[in-house]
């Protein structure tokens, strides 16, 4: 405990035979003091000191250390606790206050038997174990905040739910099926899978366009090969090539007709090329 310790070194810094100590109630204006080192009696041990009141309450009212030379007879504390005092037998007295952040957290009390003035090594040295003592508790204090926001930031909303916006959805929309119970994640994924279910249709969409496209430019080209058989026009390389591919078929023919399908098929073939290069057939 950090006024225990603290007890300890205020001993041996200033020499003084008794202290004692203890923090401010949180939440009140008042001290108790739960640590004594040095004591005859127990007499101080868990009394209450209020704000104001006596030597340690003026230390906690003026948050700044505080002495007296006799105590029992000092007009520059109130005497609340003089019965006290007097049972354990302590006469100069000087009390630190312990503050963080603007805020008295607890005193640290060295005593003298005798009546004797206490020099200002003694006070520096007292206060300089307060400050120790003040330092510890801010440790103490930043160390537990961060250890319960550490605890606290999986459970935090706002931030699982950033990571299922942002790492789950990257998950879905790379068609990752394992089930994740954090809600803000799940989201993350069913977006993701909506989105690329959405990917996929659009994808599909345009090759129906395409293949409708095609079936558009072929439908083209045959009604242009109908208009051309239809007003009597000259056949295209293609089509020559079809009618030299026909030759076969003519013969056959003559096979059986005397080769009157072998001449007509030649004669129709000069005749088409005689018509390409302008000659009369």
Do not use: W
């Not at 003026?62 to 007097?86: G, K, M, N, W």
């Not at 799940?186 to 279910?197: D, E, F, K, Q």
């Not at 013969?251 to 080769?259: C, I, L, Q, V």
């Amino acid at each position: 405990m950090e006024i225990r310790g603290a007890l300890a070194r205020l001993r041996r810094a200033t020499g003084l035979p008794v202290v004692f100590g203890g923090l401010v109630d949180p939440g009140r204006r008042q001290m108790r003091i739960t640590e004594l080192s040095g004591n005859a009696t127990v007499a101080l041990r868990s009394l209450a000191v209020t704000s104001g009141s006596g030597l340690g309450g003026k230390a906690v009212a003026l948050a700044r250390p505080c002495a007296v030379t006799d105590y029992s007879v000092s007009r520059q504390i109130s005497h609340e606790y003089d019965a006290a005092v007097a049972e354990e037998g302590l006469r100069s007295v000087l009390a630190v206050p312990v503050v963080v952040r603007r805020r008295v957290r607890g005193v640290l009390y060295g005593a003298l038997r005798t009546a004797q003035p206490l020099g200002d090594r003694t006070l520096s040295a007292a206060v300089t174990v307060a400050r120790d003592v003040e330092q510890a508790l801010v440790v103490r204090e930043e160390a537990g905040g961060l250890l319960a926001a550490a605890r606290a930031e999986p459970a935090a909303p706002g931030r699982v739910g950033r990571l299922g916006a942002g790492a789950g959805g990257a998950r879905g929309a790379a068609g990752a099926g394992a089930e994740d119970h954090r809600p803000g994640v799940a989201g993350g994924a069913a977006r993701g899978v909506r989105a690329a279910r959405a990917g996929r249709r659009r994808t599909r969409g345009e090759s129906r366009a395409a293949r409708a496209g095609c079936a558009g430019v072929r439908g083209g080209r045959g009604d242009e090969r109908g208009d051309r058989a239809a007003a009597g026009a000259a056949p295209g390389d293609g089509e020559v090539v079809s009618a030299l591919g026909d030759a076969p078929a003519g013969r056959a023919h003559a096979g059986r007709g005397g080769g009157g399908g072998t001449a007509g098929g030649a004669a129709a073939v000069s005749g088409a090329a005689a018509r390409r290069a302008g000659l009369p057939a």
